[in-house]
């Protein structure tokens, strides 16, 4: 592998939502990086004055940009732009990072590589905070219960699993034959939960989830879900519904009767443990918070209900199915 790979053949894709300041900040540095990608920005409509600065932002670095009428979220904004990515036929290599986000030459030789080395490979980055913590070292979901734990966790678990690894859609490496294999993302998400439902897909298909710690990208947390008041931990009330809703639906989606039961039943607890990614202080003013948990909740136990009701429970496109004793993480 040449570690000097200045990205021919891969697209870069990044989905803008009132972040054009994180873009000029971190896509033009990734830019600096790796001159020879083709990057895609979708805009997903905030206000007249962030479309202007993304659009004089996409016009003075040459980029090619996707404005769709109305907020496609995270999954359809990506899917938009792959589509974009993929009219040009020199894109064989895709590479979805957060606007937030920033990589370097040598840690995505390591990701394209391995993704060019297999084509059914979903391939991600040990992604840490700007002060050098981790963020992201990979993930691991239980079908059991719907626990989560870091990859390089050590700790005791008495959770029985199966487990199934999962990588952060902050920054994900894949082929395009892979991406038109599981057809994108399930635009059903919207926001959050999305990542984990195309690493189930991909592992569905055939392929692996590959994780490199020896790749770094950079993500400065809190730049596109905080609660805007700057000096706060409290996530907005939109990454608190999404997150509790989003849990349920991809229990509706991928599992059989009993185990969306459990994880139906263990949502109140799961609820408050998003709930405390915020830090306690929001409770101070805890209706905006709660109020979102609760919805979230709500709406998550309708389309469990909607799943029991038979194929599909008109939840999403993809069909529930029911686990193995044992999976490989």
């Known amino acids: 592998m040449d570690p000097m790979y200045r990205g021919d053949g891969l697209a870069i894709v990044v989905v803008d ?17 790796l001159p020879e990608a083709l990057i895609v920005v979708v805009h997903n409509p905030t206000s007249a004055a962030e479309r202007q600065a993304v659009e004089r932002l996409v016009a003075e670095r040459g980029w090619t940009a996707v404005y ?14 792959v589509a974009a990515a993929l009219e040009d036929e020199t894109t064989t290599t895709l590479m979805l990072l957060n606007p937030d986000a920033s990589i370097g030459a040598e840690a995505t030789a390591l990701l394209v590589d391995r993704a060019r080395q297999d084509p059914l490979a979903l ?9 050098g913590r981790p963020w ?30 999962w990588l952060s859609g902050a920054c994900l490496v894949l082929s395009a034959t892979l991406w038109r294999t599981v057809g994108g993302f399930d635009e059903d998400y919207f926001l959050y939960w999305e990542d984990v439902d195309l690493s189930k897909r991909v592992l569905d298909a055939g392929g692996s989830i590959v994780f490199l710690p020896e790749a770094v990208a950079l993500h400065d947390e809190g730049g596109t879900h905080d ?17 509790v809703v989003n849990r349920l639906r991809f229990a509706a989606v991928h599992l059989d009767e009993e185990l969306r039961r459990r994880w139906l039943r263990g949502s109140p607890r799961a609820s408050w443990q998003i709930l405390l990614r915020g830090g306690r202080r929001q409770f101070l ?3 905006a918070p709660l109020g979102s948990a609760w919805r979230g909740h709500r709406d998550g136990r ?7 009701a038979g194929p599909y429970g008109g939840v ?3 069909t529930p199915v029911a686990l193995p004793e044992e999976e490989t993480a």
């Open 302 to 308: 309708a389309l469990v209900k909607r799943a029991a």
């Open 136 to 165: 992201s070292s990979g993930h691991l979901l239980s079908m059991h219960s719907g626990a989560m734990r870091s990859l390089a966790s050590t700790a005791p678990s008495d959770d029985p699993g199966p487990w199934m690894p």
């Open 285 to 287: 003013h805890p209706v």
């Open 227 to 243: 609660d805007g008041t700057g000096g706060s931990r409290a996530k907005s009330p939109t990454y608190y519904y999404y997150n």
């Open 123 to 131: 391939v991600g980055p040990t992604v840490r905070r700007p002060d």
């Open 17 to 33: 939502y009132g972040s054009s300041a994180l873009l000029a900040e971190h896509l033009v540095a990734v830019e600096h990086e």
């Open 68 to 81: 769709p009428a109305s907020n496609l979220g995270f999954g359809g904004g990506v899917n938009a732009g």
């Open 316 to 318: 999403s496109t993809g």
